[in-house]
């Protein structure tokens, strides 16, 4: 057994928060049934009340104290995407305390797909209740060494490296059999379609999900998103001292080369652009330039969480 894991469920069940990697971000956890463990969470991150958290499970059996019932088209989305980046939204039962779920009368599930967050909920024998791990508005963790930067030597994380999709999971309600995505992830409008037979509804700037509608995923350094030809001419025209992340193509075909660049990886492999995203946004936004210039994707699949990080992150949507 691994003695770090240990460490950190004892924590969780003496009320302290721990850091800890899924598949998707670092998350700040904490035993959702202690009172005073999630008003840290709160304090930690700087995080607004109004805005609720993700419930982590490790086992399905663990949804009983949680929610009232599941939709059979809940329960094939849970067949299909559990353990996965998929976060649905669920009519929560009394016992579930409004100070996690932001005051709403739901309450947001998932069952992360990464051993350490798995094994961690299960020897601490709680779901935890976990948002992602940065302070509020940053950009997300995707690496332990990024918590570490964010929160100092004094919270426990554990420690699992790099994270396999670096953008938040899809979050996802059912109404009136109709699936309802309030957060785009890795898990596409696509997906949800192909497992359950009904096409989704894109709503991601619903109040129905109040952390959408806050600042997100931000850098100090003003970021500027542009379309890839855009963003040629603009760094061929630039004097400032810029940055510029992009796919390993563009990347290529800058002339003269820009000293401070991120290279996202092929354009072809959005899944590696995506795991790429936010460590490209903490390490350039370090360099102190004027600027960043970051380039568009097509939106289309992953292309569309994507992109929603990166309007969020320009500030376009706010
Ligand atoms: O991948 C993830 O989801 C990561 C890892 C740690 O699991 N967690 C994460 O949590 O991104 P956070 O707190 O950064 O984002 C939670 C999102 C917010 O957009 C919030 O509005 C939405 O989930 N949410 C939580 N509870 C909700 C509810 N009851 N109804 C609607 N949206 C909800
Ligand atoms: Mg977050």
């Known amino acids: 057994m691994n003695s770090s894991i240990q460490t950190a469920a004892a924590l969780i069940q003496q009320g302290e928060l721990v850091a800890f990697p899924t598949e998707t971000v670092y998350g700040l956890g904490a035993d959702m049934w202690n009172p005073d463990a ?70 947001a599930v998932r069952m992360p797909a990464h051993p350490m967050a798995l094994e961690l909920i299960r020897q601490a024998g709680v779901p935890i209740a976990a948002p992602s791990a940065n302070l509020s508005g940053k950009p997300s963790a995707t690496h332990h060494q990024h918590v570490r930067d964010y929160f100092g030597e004094t919270l426990f994380v554990l420690e699992g490296g790099a994270t396999e999709h670096g953008l938040e999971s899809t979050v996802l309600q059912v109404k009136n059999g109709v699936p309802h995505i ?17 096409k989704a509804i894109l709503e991601t700037n619903s109040p129905h999900s109040p952390g959408t509608q806050f600042k997100h995923y931000a850098p100090s350094t003003p970021l500027i998103l542009m379309e890839p030809e855009a963003l040629l001419h603009a760094c061929a025209t630039e004097r400032g ?3 510029v992340i992009a796919t390993t193509e563009l990347l290529q075909r800058l002339k003269p080369k820009p000293s401070r660049s991120f290279d996202l990886g092929a354009e072809s492999n959005l899944m590696e652009v995506g795991a790429h995203l936010y460590e490209a946004l ?6 102190q330039l004027s600027k960043i210039f970051i380039q568009s994707f097509p939106e289309q699949g992953l292309g569309r969480a994507i992109m929603d990080r990166l309007r969020r992150a320009s500030g376009e949507n706010s």
């Open 38 to 107: 999630i008003a840290k969470i709160y304090a930690t991150k700087g995080r607004p009340s109004k805005n609720p958290l993700i419930v982590h499970i490790a086992e399905i059996a663990q949804l009983d104290s949680l929610v009232t019932e599941l939709e059979p088209l809940e329960k094939t989305l849970i067949a299909a995407f559990w353990p996965g980046p998929l976060t649905l939204v669920l009519p929560k039962r009394s016992e579930v305390s409004q100070a996690v779920t932001g005051g709403l009368s739901t309450v």
């Open 182 to 198: 309030y957060r785009l992830g890795s898990i596409t409008p696509e997906d949800v379609e192909r497992a359950t037979g009904v």
């Open 282 to 287: 903490i390490e350039m936004d370090r360099l």
């Open 241 to 243: 001292i810029f940055g």
